[in-house]
């Protein structure tokens, strides 16, 4: 049954809207033995070892989008933050901020589809937080999703690049930049391919597989805000080492790619919402992209450059037609409001 | 040395302009060993028993009023809801939604704040998030904060009010309303009294204190949204039992008071930043409000009524005019935005 109606100021002022939203949806859809208590704070479960502890606010624009929402996509991004330090993702809190007048069928979409992927990440929503300000005082509904995991000992080094080496090789687990051109396209109406669809995907998944088959992942992270570029650049600058990528090993979806080129966007700059670039010991390399092409999120994975000695903290990309570009980090970036 | 300019949608878009304002700003103000790293995640210390985790959002308008402003808010609504669950609050994360155009110096100076309150309450802020939206797609700034904490074996049913039972002590800890009212009167310049105040503050070191220096607390929850009516209703509502409180017990400022009288609002139903309710077994009663009030955030604590057997579920006011009124939750609030 689908939710009737408007948010109102009242729904978020601690009264007894507030209490119905909370039972009619978010408890029915996110419900577990912690949330249920409904407390200040959820009471959960220690384990020994260490904490990861994420944050990230959400507002994008358009709220859907091809692929997914700003539910989902809030729920990923979380996930996916505490899988690439290593960590099992294992609980989250969610806050919403939502401007008065938004339909309520449309937060009902939204929270569902944020039960439905944390589900399928095996994660809890276990506490959250509903705000509503006037009409035209926010643009429909922000989200901010912190997450907690389980960092066990071993992986505790990979969001520090402390192994990372000269040799080692750089991997990517599919196309680049789908998420930004898909964001542009709906959001301005562009009319490029219909097959333009968001990569917004959990990654915890193949990321335990890929810790549990192989040693040798010395460094991963989650190219968002600043694309693959912006996490090359910040591994250069982090580690001292230079980065050497080649253009012909980097998958980019034609239609991203076209969309790229007609537009005067670089592909390496567009920010993705389902990928991770991982360094990894070169003799593992082959093992780790075996099991990431294996996995749903990594089937076009590719090896696409390596970690140098020469040219200390800077990213050279190798480009097709056989010349040679240092890669730099944005200033800005021509796309707002993407995630 | 205060900075210049205002944001930019570049200051949120992952590029340098991002970088600069984090390390400028963010970690020049919030630094410790867990945010230097700059990871996805903060990789935080783990310890046995079990974890609090919780979140709020927070809209306020105006951004600064007497007393406080909204990163000051954030910091101790996050704070004192790990607190009340009788837990130690250690890390905060916090989320930044950004209307561009934002003065940078406001944001300086909410920062800052957060930074001191953090410091006083000995909590740590170990990650974080900066959106920027465009003009007119947000009002200010809207800050997102969650918060972990460890709770201790024995103080784990204090959020779960399962020990309350008929005959326990309801107390205060001083004024209540002084938070909303100030917000009203600041937000539409009514020109009440200028010695309106919000209460906003850190309650932790307070609880503590009570928490280590007698046993017997059943509950305890802060009473923000909703007021001392919201969680005396919820309280009857999880407990099934009655409360009962005296107005005439009930600390409240005369311009308070008055404010309340002359614009038609319950002081009951008024939101508070830096009030808990708790409920405390007879015996010890006198021996808690004694700590209370030796501490600067209980200087006018109050025993205000009591939980009974009798109107199973409901809260009954004993008025200052000898009469009886029931206490209900509002269904709404007249109030929005005042956290």
Not at 18 to 42: V, W
Not at 90 to 110: A, H, N, W
Not at 175 to 195: K, P, V, Y
Request: hydrophobic share 40%; aromatic share 6%; proline share 4%.
């Amino acid at each position: 049954m689908k939710m009737n109606g408007n948010i109102l100021l009242h729904h978020g002022s601690g009264g007894l809207m507030m209490q119905n939203l909370i039972h009619d949806l978010f408890l029915a859809n996110f419900d577990n033995r912690f949330i249920r208590s409904l407390t200040d704070s959820a009471i959960l479960p220690g384990k020994p070892g260490r904490i990861a502890f994420t944050t990230d606010g959400f507002v994008v624009d358009p709220v859907f989008f091809p692929g997914g929402n700003i539910g989902k996509l809030a729920v990923c991004g979380t996930v996916n933050d505490l899988a690439v330090s290593g960590a099992v993702p294992l609980f989250l809190s969610v806050s919403f901020i939502i401007e008065e007048g938004f339909p309520l069928s449309d937060l009902e979409t939204i929270v569902k589809s944020m039960a439905s992927e944390a589900k399928k990440a095996r994660v809890l929503i276990v506490t959250g937080d509903t705000k509503v300000v006037p009409k035209g005082k926010a643009d429909k509904i922000f989200i901010t999703t912190s997450g907690i995991g389980h960092v066990e000992q071993e992986y505790e080094g990979i969001s520090h690049a402390r192994k990372v080496r000269p040799g080692d090789l750089v991997l990517v687990n599919g196309t680049i930049g789908d998420h930004g051109m898909t964001i542009l396209n709906a959001r301005e109406s562009l009319r490029f391919s219909s097959r333009l669809e968001s990569d917004c995907a959990c990654l915890n998944g193949m990321i335990r597989k890929m810790l549990k088959g192989s040693p040798g992942i010395g460094f991963m992270r989650d190219a968002t805000r600043g694309g693959l570029a912006g996490v090359l650049c910040e591994l250069a600058g982090k580690t001292g080492l230079g980065i050497e990528i080649n253009e012909e090993n980097i998958p980019v979806r034609e239609e991203v790619n076209g969309m790229c080129e007609l537009l005067g966007f670089d592909p390496l700059h567009v920010a993705n919402e389902g990928k991770i670039i991982l360094v990894a010991a070169e003799r593992y390399g082959k093992k780790i992209l075996e099991i990431m092409k294996k996995d749903k999120q990594g089937k076009t994975s590719a090896i696409i450059g390596k970690i140098t000695e020469g040219h200390k903290g800077k990213v050279l990309l190798n480009t097709t037609s056989g010349g040679k570009r240092w890669i730099d980090i944005p200033t800005g970036e021509q796309l707002p409001r993407i995630c």
